[in-house]
């Protein structure tokens, strides 16, 4: 069972765009949303985070919005790049859960320049 | 630097046999992990650990043990490989404070069971 559900499962964008990946959720438990970016032959590596007691966070062009009541979560990414095209997971953790990442299946994102 | 490494990067292995994967990390983190990721399926928790000579299991643990004998090092093995158990296996790691949970990731090691 998949804890968090994540799409699309591939996604192609011209450069400039906006990318937007969704993600849901239902353990109201989890209190750590956060998104890793992964490149081809590379492990994961955390892109932004957010937990639950704000409902948006921008870090330069990327940003996650989050919707507490419909336990969904976002991610844009404002004036795509082709080096942006990367394969990208959104997670989930609780604190009462040691911690542990629950990953959504993967979005790759394609930016065609 | 190095962050966390693991060794081997490849590795094809018949069905039947054993092998060990090694996980060493630099940073003088509590938490390790080891991940499976599979097409379509995301990375899935298959044990962790939250501190020397602890482990728990994760979310697909069966076929695989693990231990933690020293804080910098978390194995991952598999007593008799099965084809199911091709995949690309990651570990990581992170601080136990809860304003610090970022998890660092090794670069994967690709194993092949035919």
């Known amino acids: 069972q998949q804890q968090v559900k994540q799409s699309p499962q591939s996604l192609i964008v011209q450069k400039g765009g906006i990318s937007i990946i969704n993600c849901a959720y239902e353990n109201t438990a989890f209190d750590y949303f956060p998104w890793y970016q992964q490149f081809p032959g590379k492990g994961p590596a955390l892109l932004i985070a957010i937990r639950p007691d704000v409902s948006e966070k921008k870090e330069g062009r990327f940003t996650i919005s989050f919707n507490k009541s419909a336990k969904q979560f976002s991610l844009h990414i404002m004036d795509s790049q082709p080096g942006d095209s990367a394969t990208y997971f959104c997670?989930?953790?609780?604190?009462?859960?040691?911690?542990?990442?629950?990953f959504g299946t993967g979005t790759r994102l394609t930016v065609i320049p | 630097n190095a962050g966390v490494t693991q060794t081997p990067k490849f590795r094809v292995l018949k069905t039947g046999q054993s092998m060990t994967l090694l996980c060493a990390q630099d940073m003088n983190h509590e938490y390790m992990y080891w991940y499976r990721q599979d097409p379509g399926m995301g990375l899935r928790l298959i044990h962790y650990s939250v501190g020397e000579g602890t482990t728990a299991k994760g979310e697909v643990p069966d076929g695989y043990n693990v231990s933690r004998l020293k804080k910098q090092n978390f194995l991952l093995g598999l007593e008799s490989a099965a084809p199911s158990q091709t995949s690309v296996y990651f570990c990581?790691?992170?601080?136990?404070?809860?304003?610090?949970?970022?998890?660092?990731f090794g670069q994967g090691t690709r194993l092949t069971v035919v």
């Open positions: 990581a790691s992170s601080y136990s404070a809860r304003e610090n949970t970022e998890a660092f």
């Open positions: 997670a989930a953790s609780s604190e009462t859960g040691a911690n542990n990442l629950f």
